[in-house]
């Protein structure tokens, strides 16, 4: 499904400086090392299109929380050492996003030279969205290109802000995203199942009252779980419980008609660890303080049933403590089943950082049809949100006779 708003396809590109907000908030150990590159590699095809096409490109991301001062802990010049192994070309870095390190970085640059401005989050004015910090990123750019999907939900001055002062269209990336999670909540095949789990029901109760308008199964684990089975009546014993949203699983289990899969059996666990002693019991069989950390095989078979001809999945959560190997065997039998499924023609549409974790962990991640790099922005768009990051992009011309490529 195409995404009525203009791309990088779509505007002239020769000479200009393409600015791009990119998502380079990756994970790194205490040594400040890189340890997955998945967000960055997924910015390539937009980065490589814009430099085949003579640009000059401007990257700007945050990068952790550093409280709008600088912190060198959350500097990206380490994104640029990896950036030029990718790119197979150099990679410059500006030591800040705007004043006269970005102007003059940007001054020097040739056509085809690729730039990595310093951490947006230096500044306060970036979650501020401040309109004389957006102007002075502006400043460095002739095109603004939004390709950050993983931060379409936050009105930042890098991505709200800046499209006032620049012509703004989407990246590839971005292209990509919105086009997969628009296409299952608009033209999916049926029977659609979605599975959902995590920790709070609070998280997701929008994605769940959307999705049970457009799903034909909607399968609850992980500890989101725990609310509904305490909405059924059943002791959950020392697990993590949204009491206050005991009454809301409930109306939802009511209003559901038959939608909503609850697990019917639970591993517990005596105590928060792998080592601790654990059983699999019914779900509602759990004795006072135990906790339920992953779901049982009787759920699994009901979780598979349900999946068996299944034409569209989407998968956002997992279904208990993956981290622990011990209560893990719950995601892993979901993220094969998904898998299977999607080898046998069904699309699959994996989102939020622990799942994506997860089908990486259990080495099905290739065989997924599309992994979203947005946690809270893909979820927000499940939920029918509004994104501003995509609001602000440009929309396609309405005009049947217009001539794509020579805009601006």
Request: glycine share 10%.
């Amino acid at each position: 499904m195409a995404i009525e708003k203009k791309t990088i396809r779509d505007v002239r590109l020769h000479g200009r400086r393409a600015l791009v907000r990119v998502d380079f908030n990756v994970p790194q150990d205490k040594d400040g090392n890189i340890t997955d590159d998945t967000r960055i590699r997924a910015h390539l095809p937009t980065i490589n299109y814009l430099l085949a096409h003579g640009c000059k490109v401007i990257l700007m991301s945050h990068l952790g929380r550093p409280k709008g001062k600088p912190d060198m802990k959350y500097s990206l010049k380490p994104v640029v050492a990896l950036l030029r192994e990718l790119l197979e070309q150099p990679v410059y870095f500006a030591t800040d996003c705007i004043g006269d390190p970005a102007v003059q970085s940007v001054a020097n640059m040739h056509v085809g030279d690729v730039l990595v401005l310093e951490n947006l989050r230096f500044h306060p004015g970036e979650d501020a969205d401040d309109p004389v910090f957006a102007r002075e990123l502006a400043r460095l750019g002739d095109l603004y290109v939004c390709d950050a999907f993983g931060t379409a939900h936050r009105e930042s001055a890098s991505m709200v802000g800046v499209t006032s002062f620049l012509p703004t269209v989407a990246g590839l990336l971005m292209e990509q995203e919105v086009a997969a999670i628009s296409g299952v909540l608009e033209d999916a095949k049926h029977p659609f199942v979605a599975i959902l789990g995590g920790a709070k029901v609070s998280d997701k109760i929008g994605v769940i009252e959307n999705l049970l308008t457009k799903v034909d199964k909607l399968l609850i684990g992980g500890g989101m779980a725990i609310t509904f089975l305490k909405a059924q009546g059943f002791n959950v014993g020392d697990s993590l419980l949204e009491a206050d949203k005991v009454e809301l699983a409930t109306s939802l289990l009511h209003e559901a008609g038959g939608k909503l899969v609850i697990p019917v059996d639970v591993v517990i666990a005596a105590a928060f660890s792998n080592e601790a002693n654990r059983k699999t019991v019914a779900a509602d069989a759990v004795p006072d303080g135990w906790r339920i950390l992953d779901i049982g095989p009787q759920t699994v078979e009901l979780f598979r049933t349900a999946l068996v001809d299944a034409q569209t999945i989407v998968w956002n959560g997992p279904m208990g403590v993956f981290e622990m190997p011990n209560f893990a065997a719950g995601t892993q039998a979901i993220a094969t089943a998904v898998a299977g499924r999607t080898a046998q023609g069904a699309y699959s549409l994996v989102g939020g950082g622990d799942s994506v974790a997860a089908v990486e962990q259990m080495g099905v991640a290739d065989q997924i049809s599309h992994i979203s790099t947005g946690g809270g922005a893909s979820l927000e768009m499940l939920e029918g949100k509004e994104m501003p990051g995509l609001m602000h992009i440009q929309d396609l011309h309405p005009d049947p006779d217009f001539s794509t490529g020579v805009v601006y």
